[in-house]
């Protein structure tokens, strides 16, 4: 699928102070808006015009724009983010969203979706079941994606220790090529797809992201650099340290359409 815009999110002052399970320490909030800039410069380079949301030190964990909302041609899903401290984020997702779509569909209570979950391999759509999107939430976003013809399939991943969202371990990069780190389930709705699984110790790396061709990946993880080269796909290769230390990845960053 091709791209031509993003919404991004700068971290806010209060970024620290966002949810997270990791024990790797306290990011640097300087250190993470020089990666955050570095990063906004990748989707540029990748031919993205980039829309930069409002920053609101009440939202820590406004920067991870991906859990707010999912943008298909021609169609968008306001989620209703599982975590109470973030469900506001979706208020300025929504105003930046009417500049540029006409039907904006929106996750009701009980229902909670967070945009990490939801992982979208050509037409077909894995829903993660998680600590963060609720069976309500799975069961209104597939009723609103068959009725644009998109075919779905639960993963539930509630069992998993170390996964926050489905795409912290299993992203689509595209050409039928999926990414899995050893933690995702081994579901077999993603059978008739070319897995890739990672070393454990690449775990983190699973959450990877292609942007018209070049595929952004996190630094640090050449077992995952090495086997995308050699299926011939160039990779951009970001530091991710501050937002790994917040449970965020490179897809959490940035809403593409
Ligand atoms: C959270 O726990 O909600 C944030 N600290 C991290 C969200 C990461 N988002 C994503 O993977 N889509």
Do not use: W
Not at 158 to 166: A, C, E, G, W
Not at 192 to 216: D, H, K, M, R, T
Not at 232 to 244: H, Q, V, W
């Amino acid at each position: 699928m091709q791209y031509t815009r993003a919404l991004v999110r700068n971290p806010a002052p209060s970024f620290a102070l966002g949810l997270t399970q990791s024990t790797e320490g306290r990011p640097d909030l300087n250190t993470a808006l020089l990666q955050h800039r570095r990063y906004c410069e990748a989707l540029v380079e990748c031919g993205l015009q980039l829309t930069q949301l409002p920053c609101d030190p009440a939202f820590p964990d406004g920067t991870f724009v991906e859990d707010t909302a999912l943008l298909f041609p021609g169609f968008t899903v306001l989620t209703r983010p599982g975590a109470a401290s973030r469900q506001g984020e979706t208020a300025s997702t929504l105003a930046a969203l009417r500049s540029f779509f006409d039907r904006i569909d929106t996750i009701e209570a009980p229902g909670t979706v967070d945009g990490g979950d939801i992982c979208v391999a050509e037409n077909h759509v894995f829903v993660g079941i998680s600590a963060r999107t609720n069976e309500a939430g799975a069961a209104q976003l597939t009723q609103i994606l068959r009725a644009h013809g998109y075919s779905v399939s639960p993963i539930d991943i509630r069992s998993s220790k170390t996964l926050l969202h489905l795409k912290s371990g299993l992203t689509y990069l595209g050409e039928g090529l999926m990414i899995l780190s050893t933690d995702a389930p081994k579901s077999d709705a993603i059978a008739g797809f070319e897995i890739l699984e990672l070393a454990q110790a690449e775990n983190y790396a699973a959450n990877c992201l292609s942007v018209n061709g070049p595929v952004l990946i996190a630094d640090g993880y050449p077992g995952l650099a090495a086997a995308l080269h050699k299926r011939g796909r160039r990779t951009l290769a970001l530091d991710m340290s501050e937002f790994r230390k917040m449970d965020g990845g490179l897809t959490c960053l940035s809403l593409r359409f």
